[in-house]
């Protein structure tokens, strides 16, 4: 579909904020009005459409599909989508350590010592680590209490942090993300700590590298998304 319209405008939609084309409110895919919870979200969601030229590009409008899933996909059973993000809590990337290289185990150490040290104090839980990759599992407590700090969100908050845990493979970073304990540049940095030591080791390689910039527009587009309900 083709640009059609010529004006874009932020208007309310009761305690919400839409989006409106030439004065028409857009919707989303099954026809609910697009109303997002901040005035600054629907002004970023706005900036989208005033950015199309020529043909609908939806890749290129991240933050309105994040808020169509929002409405459409995630609204209607929350606490269902929320239990498929917990389950990274279960087999958390903060959990498994490598044996070595020393440096290696030290980067680690350093970005994820951290985050596991807050969620501790946040949630009062324990965590198990080990090193390589086989399952250790994790006390039940601690299972359920990050579960706990997942589910409580709302379709909106649910909506941004599904690219954040998915891409990093990490409950932890995303709940400290959210919650503010980390940013979003730490965060990713974090979660590419093994992808920039091979990086480092064996170079670069073309396909992981376009790999590497698709998860990271989807990442920034949560962490951007988040942000924008805060504002």
Not at 35 to 49: K, S
Not at 59 to 86: E, H, Y
Request: charged letters at 25%; glycine letters at 6%.
């Amino acid at each position: 579909m083709k640009r059609f319209w010529t004006d874009v405008a932020v208007v309310p939609e009761g305690d919400r904020y839409g989006v409106a084309l030439d004065g028409k409110q857009i919707r989303t895919p099954d026809r609910a009005a697009l109303a997002v919870p901040t005035t600054a979200l629907a002004e970023a969601i706005a900036d989208e459409w005033r950015g199309v030229e020529g043909d609908i590009d939806p890749r290129a409008m991240p933050l309105t599909g994040l808020a169509n899933a929002a409405i459409d996909k995630i609204a209607p059973n929350a606490s269902g989508f929320a239990d498929g993000m917990a389950k990274y809590g279960e087999s958390d990337l903060l959990y498994y350590r490598a044996a070595e290289p020393e440096p290696l185990v030290e980067r680690q150490r350093a970005a994820w010592d951290p985050a596991l040290d807050w969620a501790r104090t946040r949630y009062d839980v324990h965590f198990e680590t080990a090193t390589g990759v086989m399952h250790r599992a994790q006390p039940a407590a601690t299972i359920e209490r990050l579960r706990n700090g997942i589910t409580a969100r709302e379709a909106f908050t649910l909506a941004g942090l599904h690219p954040v845990v998915t891409v990093t493979g990490s409950l932890v970073l995303a709940l400290a993300l959210v919650e503010g304990a980390m940013d979003a540049d730490a965060v990713w940095h974090a979660a590419r700590i093994d992808e920039d030591w091979q990086e480092e080791m064996w170079g670069k390689d073309e396909l992981a590298e376009q790999a590497t910039a698709a998860h990271r527009a989807d990442f920034d587009a949560g962490a951007r998304f988040l942000a924008l309900l805060r504002e």
